[in-house]
């Protein structure tokens, strides 16, 4: 009952940077809470001409518009994401803190707030990707983690 109140909500949304809804991008109309399908956009809209003879020049244009407004976008949002991105390139056999995922336990009196934010130091097993590594820890089992989770270990500062 509610997943399709939901869906619709979210398909009849307007975005922030192309100002336009998912189903009007996809589907080239609106949809309406009549329960009637067929009923096109609005002409207020400036994609108002969606007769069936320029339909397919008319969803051209709206990709472009659509691609031109996300571009724009991410271009003004890049130096914001970026700022406190750091440019790490770990390497093979290298030791690494790893962020720790801890959980409170009320029964075991425990408080994730007070855990340690890093554990380790684990190795560098194996590079799966430019941001994914396995990482071995001293007994010798290996899981994979993000690059954004890990941190250079340095001895000195133990």
Same mark, same amino acid.
């Given at each position: 009952m509610y997943g399709s109140k939901i869906g619709f909500t979210i398909r009849s949304a307007k975005h922030e940077v192309t100002s336009l809804t998912r189903n009007f991008i996809n589907f080239g +109309?609106? #949809?309406t809470l009549d329960g009637n399908c067929d009923k096109y956009v609005p002409s207020d809209t400036k994609f108002s001409e #969606? %007769? #069936?003879g320029n339909r397919k020049l008319t969803f051209a +244009?709206?990709?472009k518009n659509v691609q031109a407004k =996300?571009?724009?976008a991410y271009n003004?949002? !890049?130096p914001q994401y970026n700022l406190r991105r750091r440019p790490d390139k770990l390497s093979l056999n290298q030791k690494v803190w790893r962020r720790s995922h801890a959980?409170? %336990?009320a029964a075991k009196n425990f408080s994730a707030k007070l855990a340690p934010k890093f554990v380790g130091p684990f190795t560098i097993s194996k590079i799966v990707s430019p941001?994914?590594? !396995? =990482?071995?820890?001293?007994n010798g089992k290996g899981t994979e983690w993000h690059i954004k989770d890990l941190k250079t270990y340095?001895?000195? =500062?133990d």
């Amino acid at each position: 009952m509610y997943g399709s109140k939901i869906g619709f909500t979210i398909r009849s949304a307007k975005h922030e940077v192309t100002s336009l809804t998912r189903n009007f991008i996809n589907f080239g +109309r609106e #949809l309406t809470l009549d329960g009637n399908c067929d009923k096109y956009v609005p002409s207020d809209t400036k994609f108002s001409e #969606l %007769d #069936l003879g320029n339909r397919k020049l008319t969803f051209a +244009r709206i990709y472009k518009n659509v691609q031109a407004k =996300l571009s724009k976008a991410y271009n003004r949002n !890049k130096p914001q994401y970026n700022l406190r991105r750091r440019p790490d390139k770990l390497s093979l056999n290298q030791k690494v803190w790893r962020r720790s995922h801890a959980q409170s %336990d009320a029964a075991k009196n425990f408080s994730a707030k007070l855990a340690p934010k890093f554990v380790g130091p684990f190795t560098i097993s194996k590079i799966v990707s430019p941001w994914t590594y !396995k =990482l071995k820890g001293r007994n010798g089992k290996g899981t994979e983690w993000h690059i954004k989770d890990l941190k250079t270990y340095h001895p000195y =500062l133990d």
